[in-house]
């Protein structure tokens, strides 16, 4: 007998209505229909899978891409009473012989399998014999070429469609722009009928971009906002996820590295605690991420520059996953932009993907260089809409324009005349007339550009020579020592000499003012605040007997509405969102008796 999806939200899962057009993609595929599912991290797209899973006769199967997140979320479903299972490489012998046992004996609701694994003959036979109620591919967006996650296993997962023909398929993302939407359709044979396209707005996340201007000190004021919470900081090297995770560490914070090079038992030791301590910042590489399903993540810092709009979206959107107030800072410089076009144009990818790739780059570029609000360009990248948010740097502080083309041909003529091969910061010191032993050893204290910038001062020219790279009006060499020389479009500028407004440089800001510095008390009256700290340290302590991350217990959110409402008994606590049936019966009493305490 088919159980009510509703009825599942609420024992299991601890909820009274769906969200968005959950109720419609769950009616959707509990009628045997494939589906498409885009929608934002923290929007609940696992739901729109598990209930169907749980709620139709069989085994769901479920494609996911990384041990972690598997690991992860089999641990969240048992402590909300699912029967539910990874069959990954790190199971052996006995493990995996009675996995297959729960597995041919009905026993299961649920499992979770990577794509390497799922697609050997023999793992594919098996799974042939057995009911499965549906096949979900989360993280879909990696079987597309054109996905800034691009990975050759996913792409074989068309081999599905001939295996299980009469099983419905979902593909689940949360970030896709059209041609990624487009492929991922194509290849698993969905239709377009069958696409849910629920938006990718993340309101309760405040983007903030910035030039690198002593990016420590930067980080270090960004950080005045977060005590006693967890973050990601994202750094495009090793060396520099290793200096910073360090420099941290010094400055009183507890920072973990992560990245590939690392020994990969080094690697899961500092997900773990990551994963199960409070207040841990991870210092990473894109190696780290996709596997992290953390719903208290307050933070996301990139002290190096992205490589495109969804690769900012998806490491971003690991902010906030519950809803909360979360935070994402951005700082790049110039040195970013041509790395990241170095990258491009020495990687072994056909032309095409090259263009693609530029075109990607400029897109965000045009994010970080916009003058309107951040919010509304994200969000357009991908043919979504949105007003302006106020919940953006820009919107809070509208950044000032000028008219930079009497300073653009300046900047460009400088470069010309001192013969393309010198860096920024030699350039700057020319436009201004400085006396740098180099530039007097050179000559160019004798040509026409020597001194011809003293209008603006050393920081507004770096400002000046950042957004004429971003505009590819100069070109930097990385292969040499970061010379500027101009580009094709620079000299069609210099002949043509077209209006051109540049953004003022902003100066450097201190924190966000709150009164509360912790973003998750910031949710709580003053009095609630005690109960709800008491309310953790019980889940901590709990979570820590069970070797579980803490989240997987109950979410950030759940407690504070128990701090809140203060339920003094099972019937008044059932009543509280996201505690379902299975963890009122494990853990009702010990969160109850911390209520009590406290109001005695």
């Not at 910061?425 to 050179?442: H, M, S, T, W």
Request: charged share 25%; aromatic share 6%.
């Amino acid at each position: 007998m088919t159980i009510p999806p509703l009825h599942i939200l609420k024992t299991v899962y601890g909820y009274d209505a769906f969200r968005g057009p959950q109720a419609e993609i769950v009616a959707h595929v509990m009628a045997g229909k494939n589906a498409f599912v885009l929608m934002p991290t923290g929007g609940g797209k696992s739901l729109c899978y598990q209930i169907p899973a749980i709620a139709r006769p069989g085994m769901g199967l479920v494609v996911s891409p990384l041990i972690a997140l598997m690991a992860d979320q089999v641990a969240a479903l048992r402590q909300a009473g699912v029967k539910a299972a990874a069959l990954n490489s790190d199971l052996q012998g006995d493990e995996r012989r009675a996995l297959w046992r729960h597995i041919s004996s009905g026993a299961l609701d649920l499992l979770y399998v990577a794509p390497e694994t799922l697609l050997r003959p023999d793992i594919l036979d098996l799974l042939r014999r057995t009911l499965l109620s549906l096949i979900a591919i989360d993280e879909a967006h990696c079987l597309s070429q054109w996905g800034h996650d691009f990975r050759p296993s996913y792409r074989q997962l068309d081999a599905l469609v001939a295996h299980f023909p009469d099983t419905p398929r979902m593909a689940l993302t949360a970030t896709a722009d059209a041609p990624t939407r487009a492929e991922i359709l194509t290849h698993l044979k969905i239709a377009d009928s069958d696409a849910f396209i629920a938006g990718f707005d993340r309101p309760n996340i405040h983007y903030a971009m910035a030039e690198k201007d002593n990016p420590r000190a930067q980080l270090k004021r960004f950080l005045k906002n977060h005590e006693g919470e967890s973050g990601i900081v994202y750094c495009l090297s090793k060396r520099k996820t290793e200096e910073t995770a360090a420099w941290l560490c010094d400055q009183g914070y507890t920072a973990l590295p992560y990245h590939g090079g690392m020994d990969k038992a080094a690697r899961e030791t500092n997900q773990t605690r990551f994963q199960r301590e409070e207040a841990v910042i991870m210092v990473a590489t894109i190696a780290f991420g996709m596997g992290i399903d953390k719903p208290d993540v307050r933070f996301v810092a990139h002290l190096d520059l992205p490589g495109s709009i969804e690769a900012y979206y998806q490491e971003t959107g690991r902010a906030g996953r519950d809803g909360l107030p979360s935070d994402a800072l951005m700082l790049y410089g110039h040195e970013d932009i041509a790395l990241r076009s170095r990258f491009i144009d020495e990687s072994d990818a056909p032309e095409q993907r090259k263009r693609m790739e530029r075109q990607k780059l400029d897109a965000l570029l045009g994010l970080a260089e916009t003058a309107g609000c951040r919010r509304q360009v994200l969000l357009s990248y991908f043919g979504d809409h949105a007003e302006p948010c106020g919940n953006c740097d820009t919107c809070a502080s509208p950044p000032k324009l000028f008219d930079g083309t009497v300073a653009t041909l300046k900047a460009l003529s400088c470069i010309h005349r001192t013969g393309e091969r010198f860096g920024q910061a030699y350039i700057v010191e020319v436009l201004l007339g400085g006396a740098d032993d180099r530039v007097v050893q050179n000559g160019h204290d004798r040509i026409s550009t020597y001194g011809i910038g003293k209008e603006h001062d050393n920081r507004t020219w770096r400002a000046i020579l950042r957004q004429l790279i971003a505009l590819r009006l100069i070109d930097v060499d990385l292969t040499g020592h970061g010379g500027l020389s101009i580009s094709e479009a620079g000299r069609r500028f210099l002949r043509e000499k077209p209006a051109l407004m540049l953004r003022v440089p902003a100066k450097p800001q201190a924190a966000r003012d709150k009164s509360v510095r912790n973003q998750t008390s910031a949710a709580l009256p003053e009095a609630d605040r005690t109960l709800f700290q008491a309310l953790r340290d019980k889940r901590t302590e709990i979570a820590r007997a069970q070797n579980v991350p803490p989240y997987v217990i109950f979410h950030d959110k759940t407690l504070i509405e128990l701090a809140a409402a203060r339920p003094g008994s099972r019937s008044q606590m059932a009543k509280i969102p996201g505690v379902g049936e299975a963890k009122l019966d494990r853990y009702g009493a010990a969160f109850l008796a911390v209520i009590a305490d406290q109001a005695g």
